[in-house]
């Protein structure tokens, strides 16, 4: 027998998540659970989550604690990374069945693990969906054809860009009860390595532009809600990019890695789109790091936000040190928001 959690760090975020929120609003959920690939290993044992009891970083004690607090955020839309193929068939679609929520699952070829999407069928059904690998689309689909041509002067940072294997999942949904109403969902994890800030604002192009085709071309002005584990702070070009719009050529993140890996280009978007939740201090808490890096983005000329879900207090996420512990079952905190349709 294990010693139990005693008190979670979403104990007292699920105080403002008690009820399905109403008819026009949408509890958004983003969260990178941290795959199972990842927190078994030597690696993460000794040198990352060193302080984290062992039994904590199993794979069924860190589900327990998941299933528990996603079940009290009684949300209508979540879109997690760093899902293992495993633990989205075994463990959570029936556990998130069973509250009324439908998954989509994206699987990221090499790695084992992907992205998840779960909506509430009684508020939404799945239109469509439109998920992309990066590397694949931007060689093969014309819609990227430009961007794949500038990027061939780099090749250095061409070859990074196709060597990823960094997944987009997009679904369109349609308001249950107005099917006039429907939403395009987008979720993503991009690059992790600190350096890669130019590579990130490549795999944010791609994405953006694939978005841009299924809700201003084939949906013609749907609104969007981007979601996801970006790595990326909100002084970084990323954030930049995907709050303003724009991206100058001579922006520091072309040259994350150095001048061998400088590649100038501007790039743009038609979209405007605002941090649900704000710039946090931190949604990633480890021992030697603690940054924000996940984000709820929405259109903000169709959503507004009308309440953000508190993260836990600093005394909370490291009582135990730094994250994952015994009481939160990830190296992330869920973002969590109520938006309504404006």
Same mark, same amino acid.
């Given at each position: ?31 990178? %659970? ?19 009891? #062992? ?8 589900? $327990?604690?998941?299933? *528990? ?7 209508? &839309? ?44 009684? *508020?939404? +059904?799945? &239109? ?16 990227? *054809? ?9 090749? &250095? ?29 987008? $979720? ?5 390595? #600190? *350096?890669?800030? $130019? ?20 949906? !013609?002005?749907?609104? %969007? %809600? ?5 790595? +990326? %702070?909100?002084? +970084? ?21 150095? @001048? ?18 704000? @710039? ?5 808490? /480890? ?13 903000? $000329?169709? &959503? @507004?936000? @009308? ?16 994250? !994952? +512990? ?9 973002? /969590? ?6």
């Amino acid at each position: 027998v294990e010693a139990g959690p005693g008190a979670c760090t979403f104990d007292s975020r699920h105080l403002y998540t008690k009820k399905v929120c109403g008819e026009g609003s949408i509890r958004a959920v983003s969260y990178n %659970i941290l795959a199972d690939t990842y927190a078994q290993t030597e690696f993460s044992r000794t040198v990352l989550y060193p302080y984290c009891a #062992p039994y904590a970083l199993e794979l069924d004690y860190r589900q $327990n604690l998941l299933k *528990k607090e996603l079940a009290g955020y009684s949300a209508d &839309l979540i879109c997690l990374q760093e899902v293992d193929k495993s633990v989205f068939v075994d463990s959570l679609a029936p556990a998130l069945d069973a509250f009324g929520l439908e998954g989509l699952f994206k699987i990221k070829e090499k790695q084992h693990e992907g992205l998840a999407t779960f909506y509430r069928r009684d *508020k939404f +059904s799945l &239109l469509s969906q439109h998920d992309i690998a990066f590397s694949e689309v931007l060689l093969s689909d014309p819609l990227h *054809k430009e961007l794949c041509d500038k990027l061939a002067k780099y090749p &250095l940072v061409q070859e990074k860009v196709l060597q990823r294997s960094s997944v987009l999942q997009v679904s369109v949904l349609q308001s249950a009860t107005d099917p006039s109403r429907k939403i395009c969902v987008a $979720n993503t994890h991009l690059y992790w390595h #600190p *350096k890669g800030g $130019n590579i990130r604002l490549i795999q944010t192009a791609v994405a953006l532009s694939h978005i841009k085709h299924v809700a201003c071309d084939l949906y !013609p002005s749907i609104p %969007i %809600i981007f979601c996801g584990d970006f790595n +990326s %702070i909100p002084s +970084s070009g990323t954030y930049s990019f995907i709050s303003s719009g724009v991206i100058a050529e001579d922006h520091e993140d072309w040259v994350s890695n150095g @001048e061998e890996e400088r590649c100038n280009m501007p790039l743009s978007h038609p979209f405007k789109l605002l941090s649900a939740c704000g @710039e946090p201090a931190y949604t990633n808490y /480890v021992g030697g790091f603690h940054g924000c890096l996940d984000y709820i983005f929405i259109d903000k $000329n169709a &959503l @507004e936000v @009308e309440q953000v879900i508190p993260l836990p207090s600093h005394e909370e996420v490291t009582t135990h040190q730094a994250l !994952p +512990s015994v009481s939160h079952p990830s190296d992330h905190i869920a973002l /969590v928001c109520d938006l309504k349709w404006k």
